[in-house]
Nanobody, 120 residues
Framework: QVQLVESGGGLVQAGGSLRLSCAASGNIFTVYAMAWYRQAPGKQRELVAA???????NYADSVKGRFTISRDNAKNTVDLQMNSLKPEDTAVYYC??????????????WGQGTQVTVSS
């Protein structure tokens, strides 16, 4: 099985920065797309940033210019650098990986979520 473990969440004042990290382990042959999602109370989970296996990135309009997603294929990690944080960034952030196993099956995996709280 594959497990995604997130770290780096916490409480920060508006204008501050946080860096989230996600490490994948288990039966991993290839990691395709990697992404960060977030879900605020009472709202649907939304895509924050995504990165393909070739390094092409996509960001939600609300975080463009403030957040940066990056990946390390050798370590099977994906990070989210969050700068100029705003109270509306407060949410549980979830790591997402699309992973091909050694047997060829492709599965989407999610981390357990890490809380990011931005105070005004």
């Amino acid at each position: 099985q594959v497990q995604l473990v997130e770290s780096g969440g916490g409480l920060v004042q508006a204008g501050g920065s946080l860096r989230l990290s996600c490490a994948a382990s288990g039966n991993i042959f290839t990691v395709y797309a990697m992404a960060w999602y977030r879900q605020a109370p009472g709202k649907q989970r939304e895509l924050v940033a995504a990165i393909t296996g070739t390094g092409i990135t996509n960001y939600a309009d609300s975080v463009k210019g403030r957040f940066t997603i990056s990946r390390d294929n050798a370590k099977n990690t994906v990070d989210l650098q969050m700068n100029s944080l705003k109270p509306e960034d407060t949410a549980v952030y979830y790591c997402y990986d699309r992973i091909r196993s050694s047997t060829g099956s492709v599965t989407d995996y999610w981390g357990q979520g890490t809380q990011v709280t931005v105070s005004s």
